[in-house]
């Protein structure tokens, strides 16, 4: 099994600063792409940003120069630092990780979500 924890979400001001951090643990064999998904009361789940094991880095274009997700592939770990933080960044934000647990399985895993909250 492959567990997912994330850590660091809470309250913050606009214009304010927060970063995120998930840990995979388990029965890994290798961790192909890392990411952090958020979603809002009535809305769909969307992709925020994403990274490869080899560094490639997808942003979505509302946190494009805001949000920077950097990932430590010797701790299993991939982190989302966000700032100038609006309103509409509010949410809960899931870690997702595409996980080889032997050469020939992979699996896509959740975190149990963390809330951010931007007030005005």
């Known amino acids: 099994q492959v567990q997912l924890v994330e850590s660091g979400g809470g309250l913050v001001q606009a214009g304010g600063s927060l970063r995120l951090s998930c840990a995979a643990s388990g029965s890994i064999f290798s961790i192909n792409a890392m990411g952090w998904y958020r979603q809002s009361p009535g809305k769909q789940r969307e992709l925020v940003a994403a990274?490869?094991?080899?560094?490639?880095?997808n942003y979505a274009d509302s946190v494009k120069g805001r949000f920077i997700i950097s990932r430590d592939n010797a701790k299993n770990t991939v982190y989302l630092q966000m700032n100038s933080l609006k309103p509409e960044d509010t949410a809960v934000y899931f870690c997702?990780?595409?996980?080889?647990?032997?050469?020939?399985?992979?699996?896509?895993?959740w975190g149990q979500g963390t809330q951010v909250t931007v007030s005005s």
């Open positions: 990274i490869a094991s080899a560094g490639r880095i």
């Open positions: 997702n990780a595409d996980v080889a647990v032997t050469t020939r399985r992979r699996g896509d895993y």
